[in-house]
C-alpha cells in the first residue's frame, strides 16, 4: 500500500510496509553530518538539580472541537494511587498532574501501549515551566478547557517530569528523588523499541527541510525502522478545523502506532486532546523540539550543564529570538506558581 508522507500542500509516497532503508525519496536529501546517533542522546539525571526559573513562550492556539516562603512549597503532601497501568503515584505541582515515573517505567507504560488494542490512546506530556505558563493554576487552558484528563476522556493522559524546577518540587513534596524524562532523553529508547517491535511511528511538525533531514538521519540510525509518515503542516491548517481533521484523517490512513507531535505548547497537546482519538494512533508523545534534534538542526545541551538544571541557558544561547520570550518574561511568572503551589492528589 502506497501512503502519504505530506509535505502540504504536496505529498510524498512512502511504502509504509516497508522498513527505512527500502525507502526512496522522491526528491535527494541532504546528509546531516552534525546529527548525533540516538544512542548518544544523554539520558537524564536520576537526582533532580537545583531550580531554575526557566520556561514558557506563547504560542498560538488550536480551534475548539467542541519570592514564596519555603514553607508554602513544603506544605503536607497527599499522594494517591492513579489508574492502574499509568503510574505508581500521582501528585498535583502548579495546578497541573504529575506522574511519577522513573525512565524504564515511562518507557515500558508506552511500549506496552503501543503493542496493545482495544484500548483508549495514551497521550504523554512533558511537565515543564512552559507546561505550567499554559497549563497551570489560574491559566486560561486549565482543566476541562486544556488537556482533558480523567476516566471519560479520549485520551488516557501520562504527565511526565521535564525540566529542574519541576524535578525539585517534587522531591520536596514526596521526599524521593525522581528524574527528568524530558521527550529528547525518551525518543532514543522509545524507537529502539519500536523499531524491534515492528511498531509504525509518524512525525508531525518541523519544517519541510527539517522533515528531509530527519528521515535521512532515521534512515541511518535504525534502518529496520517503520515510518509511516512525516507531515508538515503550516501553521493556518493547524487552526482550521477542517484541515486538521484531514490532516488525522491522512495519518488514520498511514496507521500510525506511535505519533510524535511536535507542534510546541500548547498547540501540541491541544491537538491531541481534540485530534488525537481520529489519528487511530496508540501512543501520541508531545515532544516539542524532538525532530530538530533527531534532525540534527539543534544539538543537546552537554551532559554537565543539563544535570545541573541549565539546559534551558544552552538552548537559549542557541536561538534566542525564538525562546527569549519563554525563558525570560514567563518563566519566573510559572515558577513563582510552582513554588506557591502546595502538592496534592492529582
Not at 110 to 120: A, D, K
Request: charged share 20%; net charge positive; hydrophobic share 45%.
Amino acid at each position: 500500500m502506497t501512503l502519504i508522507r505530506r509535505d502540504r500542500p504536496s505529498g510524498m509516497p512512502v511504502d509504509a510496509a516497508a522498513p527505512l532503508a527500502a525507502i526512496t525519496p522522491v526528491a535527494a536529501i541532504t546528509p546531516v553530518a552534525a546529527a548525533a546517533p540516538l544512542a548518544a542522546i544523554a539520558p537524564a539525571p536520576t537526582s533532580a538539580p537545583a531550580a531554575s526559573a526557566a520556561t514558557a513562550a506563547a504560542a498560538p492556539g488550536i480551534p475548539s472541537a467542541a519570592s514564596p516562603s519555603a514553607a508554602a512549597s513544603t506544605a503536607a503532601t497527599t499522594i494517591v494511587p492513579v489508574e492502574p497501568g499509568t503510574a505508581p503515584v500521582r501528585v498535583r505541582l502548579g495546578g497541573v498532574p504529575v506522574d511519577l515515573h522513573g525512565q524504564a517505567e515511562a518507557v515500558e507504560q508506552i511500549r506496552r501501549r503501543s503493542l496493545t488494542t482495544g484500548e483508549r490512546p495514551l497521550g504523554v506530556v512533558s511537565v515543564n515551566l512552559d507546561h505550567l505558563h499554559y497549563f497551570g493554576d489560574r491559566r486560561v487552558l486549565t482543566g476541562a478547557f486544556g488537556i482533558r484528563d480523567g476516566a471519560r476522556g479520549d485520551i488516557r493522559w501520562l504527565h511526565l517530569i521535564d525540566g529542574a524546577p519541576i524535578a525539585a518540587q517534587a522531591r520536596r513534596a514526596t521526599g524521593q528523588a525522581w528524574p527528568r524524562l524530558a521527550g529528547s532523553d525518551l525518543i532514543g529508547p522509545i524507537l529502539e523499541h519500536a523499531e524491534a517491535d515492528g511498531v509504525s511511528v509518524g512525525f508531525i511538525g518541523g519544517s519541510p527541510d527539517i522533515r528531509n533531514r530527519l528521515l535521512q538521519a532515521l534512515r541511518e540510525r535504525s534502518p529496520n525502522l517503520r515510518v509511516a509518515g512525516i507531515w508538515s503542516p503550516a501553521r493556518a491548517e493547524l487552526l482550521d478545523m477542517d484541515s486538521s481533521s484531514d490532516l488525522a484523517a491522512e495519518i488514520a490512513a498511514a496507521h500510525v502506532d506511535i505519533l510524535v507531535v511536535c507542534l510546541g505548547k500548547p498547540r501540541q497537546e491541544l491537538w491531541i486532546d481534540h485530534f488525537g482519538v481520529m489519528t487511530e494512533a496508540k501512543v501520541l508523545l508531545a515532544f516539542g523540539a524532538v525532530v530538530d534534534f533527531l534532525a540534527g538542526r539543534v544539538s543537546r545541551a552537554p551532559e554537565w550543564i543539563s544535570s545541573h538544571g541549565m539546559e534551558w541557558a544552552w538552548r537559549l544561547l542557541l536561538e534566542p529570538k525564538r525562546l527569549a520570550k519563554r525563558y525570560l518574561l514567563y518563566g519566573p511568572g510559572a515558577y513563582r506558581t510552582l513554588r506557591r503551589s502546595s502538592a496534592g492528589p492529582g
